[in-house]
């Protein structure tokens, strides 16, 4: 798993890798607490989220618009995040958690939203690729 943030115009984008999809949702919310944050401290509490969808690129931004929704209303910054995806005859189904570090704790930019802008979710060789840009 790995991710890289990129310079996006006005906004931020982050590239990621990973050798299952699983690890690559990880990597893109690894990446979205990185473009919010540069350190992130110890401590906070962990939380659980699900997400349903019918493409698998409607999952990745459900879900990632579900941290945000968790970090405007929980007022954390969702870090060290474990996510598991299931297939299923309606579509896609994830099961999530994540470390809630106060925002109190931590200097963070506001990420306003995740945006369908070039945002690419596929199969590459031996990888799974993702590519999201963040509008801030």
């Known amino acids: ?26 990597s893109v919310a ?10 992130v401290p110890t401590g906070g509490d962990r939380f659980e989220l699900d997400s349903r969808a019918e493409s698998v ?10 941290l945000i929704y968790e970090r405007d209303v929980r007022l954390v910054l969702p870090v060290e995040n474990t996510v598991e995806i299931q297939e299923d005859d309606g579509g896609w189904q994830l099961t999530a958690s994540a470390r809630g570090v106060p925002l109190a704790e931590v200097d963070a930019r506001e990420i306003k939203a995740i945006t369908y802008s070039e945002m690419t979710v596929e199969r590459r060789e031996e990888a799974w690729y993702g590519y ?5």
């Open 30 to 39: 690894d990446g979205l607490a990185a473009a919010m944050c540069e350190s």
């Open 132 to 136: 999201v840009v963040f509008d801030v």
């Open 1 to 26: 798993m790995s991710y890289t943030l990129r310079a996006h115009t006005a906004d931020i984008a982050v590239e990621a890798t990973a050798d299952d999809l699983d690890g690559l949702f990880e």
């Open 57 to 66: 690129e409607a999952l990745l931004y459900e879900y990632l618009d579900q």
